[in-house]
């Protein structure tokens, strides 16, 4: 009695499509350059500008942004 049963371990399904928790790479500080002051994170190529009042900005690079404390014009370019 011969009989071919194919065992295969059990796969663990992974959604990659969700990336509500995203690895750390994708997720970089933007300070500014003069006074280091936080000005946003950068998020898959695009800027996430968090200011105070409740205002959220999710902008595409390259990006400007004059800071708020020390007036320095700060720029990102695309990578
Ligand atoms: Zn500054």
Same mark, same amino acid.
């Given at each position: 009695? =011969? =009989? /071919?049963?194919?065992?295969?371990?059990? =796969?663990?399904?992974?959604?990659f +499509?969700? =990336?509500?928790? *995203?690895?750390?790479?994708?997720?970089?500080?933007?300070? %500014?350059? &003069?006074?280091?002051?936080?000005? #946003?994170? %950068?998020?898959?190529?695009?800027? &996430?500008?968090? /200011? #105070?009042? #409740?205002?959220?900005?999710?902008?595409?690079?390259?990006?400007?942004?004059?800071?708020?404390? %020390?007036? +320095?014009?700060n720029?990102? *370019?695309?990578v």
């Open positions: 009695m =011969t =009989t /071919f049963a194919h065992k295969t371990p059990p =796969t663990p399904k992974r959604d +499509t969700n =990336t509500a928790i *995203s690895p750390v790479q994708n997720h970089r500080d933007w300070r %500014c350059k &003069h006074c280091r002051k936080m000005l #946003g994170v %950068c998020r898959d190529g695009r800027m &996430h500008l968090r /200011f #105070g009042g #409740g205002h959220d900005y999710l902008v595409s690079l390259p990006v400007r942004t004059i800071c708020p404390d %020390c007036k +320095t014009l720029q990102k *370019s695309a």
